[in-house]
């Protein structure tokens, strides 16, 4: 079937559901008839008009506007999207600046409220609110269901600081449903998490997305580090989902010299445009290593893609979402806005960013990640399924491959190693996150005379905070105690412990270089940056 024939079909269906959904309406139906009317020509307009005219019941289009309209998006690609007014207000907010909030993004999966997101050092993550988390009940509200909206949502949610929200969960791994407390706040957007020098010559930043200040935040964050020694830098886009392109191009600007391509945009009704890079980068000469994962997505992979088919950078990690199609966003006079795609992105040597979708098939799309779980590629790189039919080549004639996502020159599997059934009971519950938020409490006057994370840290070296933490959860969930430990686990879990410690006093900038012992992705950058012969591979000039 063709897809004008396809469309067709897909709006004489919308006017059915309209007209049935009618009947329990009771108000006019002019709007509708001035929205809808002139979208498929005479047909629409003359069924519309003969509803407004002669129907036997007077018709309301306010409640059952945005229900269409979205009905049709859905049928679209994964990434088209319709808000309603409140809607685009909220969305805008994690790019723009500062909103109060209990610091969490989601979506709508299979009528099921799904974090994506949890923004650091927000009321969520410290209240231990995890990725993939699945949104139960708000306040004793229910909130699963088709008749669940996300307005619905937003509104029990959202508050102002200080206020409490009690929230009721699915996690994976936990058999019973979790209830947490989480006490709203401001969120503050700051799209550079952390950068700190990881050693002696090397620099680490963490870009959470791509933001209206990301330009200013990563000048400020590089001119911080090469104050202090600065010679080589691990530059982190695990878990960034994306942001404003333009703020992605100057960064991939930065390592690349004059005229270089960047991405290329082409779509069905939009002719190649293509992004270079406008003059010659500021740190076109330092080695590089870009760490990603299957959460990076969007204009973190449009950077990976340009770094890697320009030879300018080492990609390590895992293979990247997959998310490269172009939206452009439409507004309408009442506040709501369409988010539509015209475009696909591509990069350098033409490898095409999205992964295969199929039209309307939108909770599947957002669910992929479990597949690639399932069949074992977060663990092994030879699981992870590369068209190999789509072969291209990079700046130096490197073999590289199409079909979704980026996928790294060095693969790092998820580090599931160490965890015993102690220590995966009592993170899955936030016990640690609990816990270090009260030692904290505790001892703040203590630690407010300390002025580097590091004297901190030290100090809780000393304090045998495992045997702390047991005391804590045998009075919490005495029948964890009895779970299995490890050596490597308990080590861990201390490990974390004391990050989560230095956080509550120093923030991210405590955190990471803590938590850093435990990341096994990053010690790897670490090393692979500091070796001259691998970095040689990449076309540093």
Same mark, same amino acid.
């Given at each position: 079937m063709s897809g004008r024939r396809v469309l067709i079909a897909l709006l004489l269906l919308l006017v059915a559901l309209i007209a049935a959904v009618y009947l329990l309406e009771k108000r006019s139906a002019s709007r509708f008839t001035r929205l809808f009317g002139t979208l498929q020509g005479d047909k629409l307009h003359a069924i519309m008009e003969a509803v407004e005219k002669d129907y036997v019941d007077s018709v309301s289009a306010d409640s059952i506007e945005n229900r269409v309209i979205n009905l049709f998006v859905q049928q679209l690609d994964p990434h088209s999207e319709y808000f309603s007014a409140e809607q685009m207000a909220v969305v805008a907010e994690p790019l723009r600046g500062d909103f109060d909030g209990i610091g969490v993004t989601y979506n709508m999966v299979t009528d099921t409220v799904v974090v994506q997101s949890v923004i650091a050092g927000g009321p969520s993550e410290r209240a231990g609110i995890l990725m993939g988390d699945r949104f139960l009940s708000v306040d004793g509200h229910r909130i699963i269901g088709k008749?669940?909206?996300?307005?619905?949502?937003?509104?029990? $949610?959202?508050?102002?600081?200080?206020?409490?929200?009690?929230? &009721?969960?699915?996690? +994976?791994?936990?058999?019973? /449903? $979790? /209830?947490?407390?989480?006490?709203?706040?401001?969120?503050?957007?700051? /799209?550079?998490?952390?950068?700190?020098?990881?050693?002696?010559?090397? &620099?680490?930043?963490? $870009?959470?997305?791509?933001? %209206?200040?990301?330009?200013?935040?990563? %000048?400020?964050?590089?001119? +911080? $580090?090469? /104050? %202090? &020694?600065?010679q080589r830098l691990v530059f982190d886009l695990r878990r960034n989902g994306g942001g404003f392109l333009e703020a992605a191009c100057f960064i991939a600007m930065q390592f690349l010299q004059e005229g270089q391509l960047i991405v290329y945009t082409e779509g069905r009704s939009r002719p190649r445009q293509e992004i270079r890079s406008e003059g010659e980068g500021i740190l076109r000469n330092i080695p590089l290593v870009l760490l990603v994962d299957e959460f990076s997505a969007s204009s973190s992979e449009i950077v990976a893609g340009a770094m890697q088919d320009n030879d300018r950078a080492l990609i390590v990690g895992r293979r990247t979402f997959g998310k490269g199609l172009v939206q452009e966003q439409r507004l309408f006079p009442d506040g709501s806005g369409l988010r539509l795609t015209v475009a696909r992105y591509y990069t350098p040597s033409g490898r095409c960013i999205q992964k295969p979708y199929k039209l309307g098939e939108g909770d599947k799309y957002a669910e992929e990640w479990v597949a690639r779980w399932e069949r074992g590629e977060f663990m092994h790189s030879d699981s992870v399924h590369q068209d190999t039919l789509q072969r291209f080549t990079t700046a130096s004639g490197r073999v590289v491959y199409g079909g979704g996502g980026i996928m790294p020159d060095v693969f790092i599997p998820l580090d599931t190693l160490g965890y015993a059934p102690y220590y995966k009971a009592v993170t899955n519950r936030g016990l640690p996150i609990r816990f270090a938020q009260r030692y904290v409490d505790k001892y703040r006057d203590a630690f407010a005379h300390y002025t580097d994370w590091k004297d901190l840290d030290t100090r809780l070296r000393h304090e045998n905070l495992l045997q702390r933490f047991g005391e804590f959860v045998r009075a919490e969930n005495p029948e964890m105690v009895r779970l299995q430990h490890s050596t490597k686990s308990d080590k861990n879990l201390e490990i974390q412990i004391r990050a989560l410690i230095v956080r509550g006093i120093f923030d991210s900038a405590g955190y990471y270089p803590v938590i850093q012992e435990l990341d096994n992705e990053l010690q790897q950058a670490l090393e692979l940056v500091a070796k001259p012969k691998v970095m040689a591979l990449q076309n540093v000039q």
């Open positions: 008749n669940v909206t996300t307005d619905s949502v937003m509104h029990l $949610l959202r508050g102002p600081r200080g206020t409490k929200v009690v929230v &009721g969960l699915e996690r +994976k791994g936990v058999k019973d /449903s $979790l /209830s947490i407390e989480i006490t709203r706040d401001r969120i503050p957007i700051n /799209s550079i998490e952390v950068a700190y020098m990881a050693d002696e010559f090397t &620099g680490v930043i963490r $870009l959470s997305r791509f933001s %209206q200040t990301t330009p200013r935040d990563f %000048q400020e964050a590089i001119l +911080k $580090l090469a /104050s %202090q &020694g600065m």
